[in-house]
């Protein structure tokens, strides 16, 4: 089932210059989440088919999913609890016998979804606060650092085409102040550190979504997909009214790298373009799996501090870099199923 994840980083690797990665040594944490995976495969990939001669490790929190295994081949795998400050202190000591740091680090550990980064505020907040700040201690002092913010940042504006010079408006009692605050104050410490002479790079990234979940995965389009398959209908929790602008996974690992490698600014947004409704988009999943969608007759309520609008301006990144071809939205459901349909086992008819 791999093979839907390879599909997604040979397109990343056609379309970036790479070459700056050739013998460096890479950290990815959160390396076994939907954007962890595939930035670590596309950095297999360009070791085993084009020789870049990359030592890459990855930090996750628990076992790595079987499904995931054979990515993780030739890589160094550290198993631990990222905000724990022993165990960064124990890699800086392995680190010290080589006499050399990471050449870069991706900080993409931290919860995508809501029934998560809810459910333990205090190891969220450290997630994106004392993990961040340890981990530039693990940086050479010419290497380069990307933390992988979010769109929540802009919560509490109901506006689109939200861009980089504007923030929220929540309050710190907000139900998911523990995501947003913590997003926040990891910019300030990638800022901090780059007034003390560090390259980082700060990416506020907006739903992504794409082959690489797991079972368990909870996000939006996800619990569609699954709501579909499993029960053959897809009922809403609400009117399904709110916007959002989705990014298929290729796009944004893409945005990712092209922003670490050959960024110019401090903070992109990064998201794709399609933008829809909550309710379109089950319609769209249900119109691929032949299923029916119910909408309440009453309005529900659903999660606490659901933001009414996700749209970010990209305009930033296509500026500094160029148009670029996004996934089509039907195309990226096409292939979102038929990873889930493998998941649960399912033989796939839905054509990629």
Not at 228 to 255: A, C, F, H, Q, W
Not at 314 to 319: A, F, G, K, P, T
Request: aromatic share 8%; with cysteine.
């Amino acid at each position: 089932m791999l093979d839907l994840i390879e599909q997604n980083c040979e397109k990343v690797i056609a379309s970036l210059d790479f070459s700056s990665l050739r013998n460096k040594r890479v950290l990815i944490t959160g390396a076994s989440g939907l954007i962890g995976i595939h930035m670590v495969s596309v950095l297999k990939m360009l070791n085993e088919r084009y020789d870049y001669k990359m030592d890459v490790w990855c930090w996750v929190f628990s076992d790595v999913d079987t499904n995931f295994a054979p990515v993780f081949d030739g890589c160094v795998v550290l198993k631990s609890d990222l905000t724990d400050s022993r165990n960064i202190e124990s890699v800086a000591n392995t680190l010290a016998e080589t006499l050399s740091g990471f050449d870069v680090i991706i900080h993409a550990a931290g919860y995508g979804q809501p029934q998560k980064f809810t459910s333990n505020k205090i190891k969220t907040i450290e997630l994106n606060t004392h993990a961040t700040t340890n981990l530039f201690k693990l940086l050479n002092a010419e290497g380069s650092f990307l933390f992988c913010s979010t769109s929540e940042v802009y919560s509490g504006i109901n506006e689109e085409g939200i861009d980089e010079t504007r923030i929220g408006t929540t309050l710190p009692d907000h139900p998911r102040a523990c995501y947003i605050e913590g997003k926040r104050c990891g910019e300030a410490i990638c800022q901090a550190f780059s007034e003390l002479g560090y390259k980082s790079k700060i990416a506020r990234i907006s739903l992504a979504y794409g082959p690489g979940t797991k079972s368990n995965d909870a996000r939006v389009i996800s619990n569609l997909i699954d709501k579909g398959l499993k029960n053959g209908r897809i009922e809403l929790l609400d009117n399904g009214s709110s916007i959002r602008t989705y990014g298929y996974i290729s796009d944004i690992v893409e945005m990712l790298y092209n922003i670490l490698l050959h960024g110019k600014q401090a903070v992109y947004n990064v998201s794709g373009n399609s933008r829809v409704s909550i309710l379109e988009l089950a319609q769209k999943i249900g119109e691929q799996l032949n299923c029916e969608v119910v909408v309440p007759s009453s309005e529900s309520v659903g999660l606490s501090g659901n933001p009414k609008v996700v749209n970010m301006s990209i305009d930033r990144y296509l500026n500094e870099f160029g148009n670029k071809t996004f996934e089509p939205i039907d195309v990226g459901l096409t292939n979102t199923i038929n990873w889930q349909k493998k998941l649960h086992g399912i033989e796939c008819e839905v054509a990629p």
